[in-house]
């Protein structure tokens, strides 16, 4: 009950004693005056008592609102919590780099970042959406996968704002390898130039051999080593679940140089068949020159035994002259190993060449997709997509290997990249790729996953190991096709 309301029935009960006392004598008379008396003590009782009260209800109002920022406090802290990321980067040098590449953007925000990779990334990504347990952001190797799972629902397509945030960072190219249907899925987190040739240019002089300018001297060159009793090539294509991804890059270099850009494409969409003479005859040449008397040097005892990441060794101890292999390939190399620097053991690189008079290159990299919708996510992949991102992580993978001449196996075509973190050699791949007049996309990681990411891989490797012949195992990958 109000306070107005306690002073008003106070008052009438005032009243209604006085006029009893009017019609009732002395004794009433002094009654009434007793009972205003006591009525304007409850009065003054009820303001202290209301008093009290007011100043009750506004410490709870107070201890109420601080109760609700608090809250709203305790929301924004589980906003921040921890994002899962995870990839087929496994080494022990690109979980370091690639965690405390992370570590600045924890300090900002305060949501911690955790990254996990597997070899076997391609099979356990399967099971994982699959048993829904899908981890917050994957990195994919292979667009084609990300727009299976983009088109199954598995994926999240990225806000406007992340969108605009990141893209911002990329060219048109490189953006457009994370759109489907319209809609962007992913975005750039590293970049690989594959057309790439590592060797020893002090070897190479010992011995009086000349980089090869066209595929006819690449030819020439691995008949002369043999010959000489050199062996000319490392070559392994083992790789957990993703054993044979190695032979479909030497295949799709080739149809490049061979088939060309218009033919490329049309086999990546699947409007130019696997059993076509162009890609058969791709097969076929890199059969012939792997399977030549002496042209391989294979550690693990076979080609499809050897682990792509194992040629690093043979190659830099003299166990072969070359091996083909993508820019990050350099992360693979011993530790302390030189570099473009003129010393007698430093390795470089040359342009895995072709015949024709264009020079066409292949390269590949990884995308950040998300498979759940919170802020925080959003968050991650927009730093995913800055520079600042390439930056430190090129900066801890430099420091994991050894600091200064390290080659970190690292590259980023995003803007803003900051190329004094990087050794001469790898900002000559820069070079290759901006002097190139042709490029392409990986076209394993374009196709459909089930023939990109499956009977491309598992059929290849069947004909490296003499189980099927070029035309069979190209009519098993062309059956596969969805």
Not at 17 to 37: I, R
Not at 57 to 78: L, P, R, Y
Request: hydrophobic letters at 45%; proline letters at 5%; glycine letters at 10%.
């Amino acid at each position: 009950m109000s306070f107005s309301r306690w002073k008003s029935l106070l008052a009438l009960l005032a009243v209604a004693v006085l006029f009893l006392a009017a019609c009732s004598g002395d004794e009433v008379t002094d009654a009434a005056e007793t009972v205003a008396e006591g009525a304007d003590e409850v009065v003054e009782e009820a303001e202290e008592a209301m008093e009290d009260e007011e100043a009750m209800e506004e410490e709870e109002a107070m201890e109420e609102e601080e109760a609700m920022e608090e809250e709203g406090d305790g929301e924004a802290m589980a906003d921040t919590g921890t994002v899962t990321i995870t990839g087929p980067e496994r080494t022990e040098q690109d979980v370091a780099a690639l965690n405390a590449a992370f570590a600045p953007f924890t300090e900002e925000t305060g949501i911690e970042v955790v990254y996990t990779g597997s070899a076997d990334w391609e099979a356990e990504i399967n099971v994982a959406v699959e048993g829904g347990t899908a981890p917050d952001i994957s990195f994919f190797p292979q667009p084609g996968k990300l727009a299976d799972f983009a088109r199954d629902g598995h994926l999240k397509a990225l806000p406007d704002a992340t969108s605009s945030a990141a893209s911002a960072n990329w060219d048109a190219g490189s953006w457009a390898f994370g759109t489907v249907d319209g809609g962007q899925y992913g975005i750039p987190a590293k970049t690989d130039l594959k057309s790439l040739v590592w060797y020893q240019p002090a070897r190479f002089e010992a011995l009086g051999y000349s980089i090869p300018e066209t595929w006819d001297d690449l030819l020439a060159l691995t008949d002369q080593a043999i010959a000489d009793g050199n062996t000319p090539w490392c070559v392994g294509i083992e790789s957990g679940q993703a054993t044979g991804w190695p032979f479909t890059d030497w295949i799709e270099d080739i149809m490049l140089r061979t088939a060309g850009p218009d033919a490329y494409d049309q086999w990546v969409t699947g409007d130019l068949d696997f059993t076509d003479p162009a890609v058969v005859g791709a097969f076929e040449a890199v059969g012939e020159l792997w399977n030549k008397p002496g042209a391989v040097f294979a550690s693990g005892g076979t080609i499809a035994a050897t682990n792509f990441g194992d040629n690093g060794t043979p190659l830099v101890e003299g166990d072969c002259l070359m091996h083909r292999q993508a820019s990050f390939f350099g992360g693979f190399l011993p530790e302390g190993t030189p570099a473009a620097d003129g010393s007698e053991g430093a390795v470089d690189v040359f342009y895995f060449p072709g015949n024709g008079t264009d020079r066409p290159i292949l390269v590949a990299g990884t995308l950040a997709a998300a498979f759940h919708d919170r802020a925080e996510i959003w968050q991650v992949m927009e730093y995913i997509g800055s520079a600042e991102y390439a930056n430190t992580r090129q900066a801890a993978q430099k420091e994991a290997l050894g600091g200064e001449g390290a080659l970190t196996g690292f590259a980023s075509a995003v803007k803003g990249l900051d190329s004094s973190l990087f050794e001469p050699l790898e900002q000559s791949f820069v070079e290759i790729m901006a002097t190139a007049d042709v490029a392409r996309f990986d076209a394993s990681d374009l196709m459909p996953a089930d023939v990109g990411a499956g009977t491309f891989w598992s059929e290849g490797t069947s004909f490296v190991n003499g189980d099927k012949t070029a035309q069979e195992a190209a009519e098993a990958i062309e059956a596969s096709w969805p």
